[in-house]
């Protein structure tokens, strides 16, 4: 009788271990969502956060029309860095240098470029805001 008890013991610990190991592993290796959470296809991630914000991945796999255009602020590491906009052919419609972004008018293809770009940090739709909520 000692043995089987031995054996079942074992295999507690065993279990217990490979649990706690799983619990790590998903602990570490899950991605943790930025202010839009954890939209988007995958691309465009940087340090496991996704760039592409909630809403705006929604609206691009909705309209799968190629020539759409969506109205969106992109954040950037830094300020000089709006310059990658221009390169890409799109003049912003606004540039806030204070919080390093700009707002522009671009297409999913462009969307998918600005967040493949390393110096890129989120992109959003430019939508109305209000402090208390629709008017």
Excluded: W
């Excluded at 691309?43 to 109205?71: Q, V, W, Y």
């Excluded at 709006?82 to 912003?92: A, F, I, N, S, T």
């Excluded at 204070?98 to 522009?104: D, G, H, P, R």
């Amino acid at each position: 009788m000692m043995s089987s008890d031995k054996q079942y013991a074992s295999c507690r610990g065993e279990r217990a271990k490979a649990i706690i190991v799983l619990f790590a592993h998903l602990l570490v290796f899950t991605p943790t969502p930025t202010c839009g959470g954890e939209a988007a296809n995958g691309k465009g991630r940087t340090g496991g956060h996704m760039k592409i914000e909630t809403s705006l991945a929604d609206e691009l796999r909705a309209n799968r029309d190629d020539s759409r255009k969506f109205s969106v602020i992109v954040s950037f590491k830094d300020s000089a860095s709006v310059e990658l906009l221009r390169h890409l052919g799109v003049e912003p419609t606004a540039v806030y240098q204070s919080i390093a972004a700009a707002a522009a008018v671009v297409t999913a293809a462009q969307i998918a470029t600005l967040a493949a770009a390393g110096n890129v940090t989120s992109i959003e739709l430019d939508q109305p805001a209000a402090a208390l909520g629709p008017r």
